[in-house]
């Protein structure tokens, strides 16, 4: 009976609701790119077209994960930003097929502006399914007095 109790406990601690969400753990996605972090990519934004966002307030940010969090049970935790010296920067891909991954890159930086590039990549997971998804990313950025300008990859 002892030993019952223990492995249902450890079978309730090891489920994850959450599994498909990408927490980065500071990583980026590139490598020598020192400007954006990484914080999540997921395959639900709720946006059905392609777009980006500059966010420099936490309510702005809490407005963001308010519509990704509305189908998850439990929702994905808001991060910890100090708006004082970091930017969140997010990029909605719109409706994909199955098996994309929205990611932004810095390609170019000058005195007065910073160009992010925009792209879609195939996953590195394989699959045959035709699932319509609106993946995202959300990433972090030091503070800049710098415009922010996104450009597509042709």
Known sequence: MKYLSLFIF??????????????????????????????????????????????????????????????????????????????????????QINGKQALLSVIAENEKEVIISTSVEKSKKSGTSTALISPFSVYRMPLTAKEISFKGQD
């Open 10 to 95: 450890a079978i309730i601690l090891s489920c994850n609701g959450q599994k498909k969400a990408a927490l980065g753990n500071g990583d980026d996605m590139k490598a020598g790119i020192e400007k954006l972090t990484l914080l999540l990519a997921d395959n639900y934004s709720g946006s059905e077209v392609e777009e980006t966002m500059i966010i420099k307030d936490a309510k702005a940010l809490q407005r963001f994960y308010s519509k990704i969090n509305r189908t998850r049970k439990p929702g994905i935790p808001v991060p910890e930003v100090d708006f004082t010296k970091e930017i969140i920067l997010i990029y909605c891909s719109g409706e």
